[in-house]
């Protein structure tokens, strides 16, 4: 739990139930914990001497309570009453310091006054219990009845304070934030000795303290003290360094956090429209949550219904669904997955904050011109790799970073490192030429950079391992999110070919980044034809077992754009269609049925002859028209008039009905890779 203001348990009493025990049983659990709290090492860093001063009277307390437990009596009313409330201060005390020793130290040492105040409340109210304790009733030896004696005088005479060391050092940090606010560097010496005293000692150290302060920052409320602690993030992350140097990456190369397509997500976190993790959840009028960037694209497009109820809506005001958004940041984090929540009220989200603080864009930008520089004086591979891997974790952090790395120039040193025969270095580079993508404006730079492109189209083609591959895919379906580069990339054979190839041999992960970057590019209608002329619906219909979402969505999108040539290239698709119809998710039988009732108005009797031929397709029609989805129920419908005429020997072309349904334009999941 983080030390900062509003984050501290309150000052709860537990049930009077959990206390409620024998006078014999509440001494010696008093004792326990007592001796619990004694046993404990007083901070190292930070708040030293008033975690000792605790510590010291836990140590005669528990002093006290054994020389009562040697003793049977029945303890008065009163005397109960102290211990249960006993009892909850050591609690306090216990929470406190697991607290202080957990969390981040800049955090607390930014917040140290109020820490220190924490300590002394717990002083202040054992002086009051001390004071209220009937200690005559109990059988105490003279000398223990001293230290009872000694301990109530020590906790009356505690006074609030901060240790002047701790206080220095708490100025020493904000006049380095403040100089950096007006540009002035750190002097190295300096902040090793302010490192030092932190107890940061080394690169991971510095890391672990990072970790700490971006947990801390999602919990934070007010702008003010999110920006505290994006400035102290920026100033650990150029700290570490500039002292420490960059760190050896693991070999093999091994991804730090996981892909969203690599784990199965909770189905409450999926948007309804895409499928994909929400990032910014949002409720409409009928009730139902989506992710925003979604629901606004729906909207935008023309409807006015609820995707999922069909309902009409009452107003397209769009409410954040904050409980449901930090359930997902929540496990996020337990799947060691980055969660970057997209833009919400039209302002850039950099590190929690609404607009990030000059201090944290001054640091971040520093770091970054370091590690520039130094992979430009970098001699050998195994060098220039651990640079290119510390670019990779920043571009990953924020959009601050990415501004930062595209800004100072890092985009034409990637793209030598892309060309690299070293795969960890040419894995890193691609990565963070991805993580740079993610920014709008990074697109136009990474595009217009002489052989970026090309560059990442050659490691989608023949780069040296699959995860390389898979983020040179990933890389295209960012850059493709802008429609103009979307038209560029679909020209190329060599993307087509490389795409289509990764689709068909690459392992599972590699294969659903291939058919997502499909799926995007084929939006572009004139993109369709390439496609289908490289074997795209087959490599697809093979991928239907292992990837039935993706697989079938780019069958639907390709089938729907291509005319009468896609709809013949997916005629040996249809049976597999009618399996997923029959054993598919309620979204893949959805997609399945919008692909075979296009199919069947382009291609005419042939191809609804060959529906005809699976086994118990009516079943399977009848089926989804009671339990599909409002357009499922729809498709279903047009399956069995086709169906229906088909038996009466009825020409099927030119159903006005099913070609308004099919306008509908087939919604491309979101990106949700970041490494």
């Known amino acids: 739990m983080a030390v900062t203001p509003g984050t501290f348990p309150a000052r709860k009493r537990p049930p009077s139930s959990s206390l409620r025990l024998s006078d014999s049983k509440l001494t010696r659990s008093l004792f326990l914990l007592s001796h619990e709290l004694s046993s404990l090492q007083p901070l190292r860093f930070i708040l030293r001497l008033n975690s000792l001063c605790i510590i010291r009277r836990m140590k005669t307390l528990a002093a006290v309570l054994d020389d009562l437990l040697r003793f049977q009596f029945v303890y008065s009313h009163s005397v109960q009453l102290c211990f249960e409330e006993m009892h909850i201060l050591m609690q306090r005390a216990k929470t406190l310091i697991d607290d202080c020793s957990h969390g981040s130290q800049l955090s607390l040492l930014m917040h140290i006054e109020t820490v220190s105040f924490h300590f002394h409340e717990l002083n202040i109210d054992l002086s009051t219990l001390l004071d209220i304790l009937p200690v005559k009733e109990f059988p105490l030896t003279d000398d223990v009845a001293e230290l009872v004696i000694l301990l109530r005088k020590q906790c009356s005479l505690s006074k609030p304070s901060v240790d002047p060391r701790d206080d220095d ?14 540009q002035i560097a750190p ?3 300096r902040l090793r000795a302010i490192f030092t005293a932190l107890g940061f000692r080394d690169s991971s150290s510095c890391t672990n303290e990072i970790e700490r302060l971006e947990d801390e920052i999602q919990n934070q409320i007010d702008e003010r003290s999110k920006s505290m602690a ?3 993030i920026g100033l650990v992350r150029y700290a570490k360094y500039v002292l420490h140097g960059t760190s050896p990456p693991p070999q093999p190369e091994i991804r730090r956090h996981k892909s969203v397509s690599e784990i199965s997500i909770p189905s409450d976190f999926r948007c309804p429209i895409t499928l994909e993790l929400m990032r910014d959840p949002v409720v409409v009028s009928t009730g139902q949550t989506y992710d925003r960037e979604s629901i606004e694209l729906w909207i935008q497009s023309g409807h006015n219904t609820c995707p999922k109820t069909g309902q009409t809506f009452k107003h397209t005001d769009l409410i954040p669904n904050r409980a449901l958004k930090n359930l997902i940041v929540m496990w996020c984090r337990e799947q060691k997955i980055p969660f970057e929540s997209s833009t919400e009220g039209g302002g850039q989200r950099t590190g929690g904050c609404t607009e990030p603080c000059k201090e944290a864009v001054e640091f ?3 770091t970054v011109s370091y590690l520039i520089n130094k992979l430009s004086v970098s001699s050998t591979m195994d060098e220039s790799n651990s640079v290119v891997h510390e670019l990779r974790s920043l ?7 990415r501004v930062c790395i595209a800004e100072e120039g890092a985009i034409p040193k990637l793209v030598r ?5 070293h795969p960890a270095l040419q894995v890193n580079a691609v990565t963070t030429i991805l993580n740079l993508s993610i920014l709008e404006e990074n697109k136009t730079r990474i595009m217009e950079t002489d052989g970026a492109l090309n560059g990442v189209i050659e490691v989608l083609r023949s780069g040296a391992t699959w995860e390389a591959k898979a983020n040179a895919a990933a890389t295209l379906f960012s850059l493709s999110g802008v429609a103009s580069y979307k038209r560029r990339l679909g020209r190329k054979t060599r993307v087509v070919k490389g795409l289509v190839e990764l689709a068909k041999h690459g392992p599972t992960s590699s294969k659903r980044d291939a058919l997502v970057a499909i799926l995007n590019l084929a939006g572009e209608r004139d993109n369709v034809g390439r496609f289908v002329e490289g074997g795209v619906v087959e490599v697809a ?5 292992e990837l039935p979402e993706e697989a079938v969505a780019v069958v639907e999108a390709v089938v729907r754009r291509g005319g009468l040539m896609a709809a013949a290239a997916a005629f040996g698709q249809i049976r597999r269609l009618g399996e997923l119809l029959r054993e598919g998710a309620e979204a893949t039988r959805e997609s399945a049925a919008a692909t075979l009732v296009t199919m069947c108005r382009k291609g005419g009797s042939e191809m609804v002859g060959e529906m ?3 086994p118990g397709i009516e079943r399977l029609i009848w089926e989804m028209i009671g339990t599909g989805t409002p357009r499922a129920r729809r498709k279903a419908a047009s399956l069995m008039r086709y169906l229906r005429r088909w038996a009466a020997g009825m020409d099927n072309a030119g159903d006005s009905h099913d070609q308004a349904a099919d306008t509908q334009s087939i919604v491309v999941p979101t990106s949700s890779r970041i490494f």
């Open 169 to 182: 050092l708490r100025r020493e940090v904000i006049d380095l934030i403040d100089g950096i606010g007006r």
């Open 187 to 189: 002097d190295h010496s």
């Open 230 to 232: 994006a400035s102290l």
């Open 364 to 366: 971040t930008r520093m």
């Open 395 to 401: 571009a990953k952090s924020d959009s601050v970073a």
């Open 417 to 421: 490192c892309v060309g690299s025969e």
């Open 541 to 545: 219909g093979e991928a239907f077992r």
């Open 612 to 614: 005809a031929g699976i």
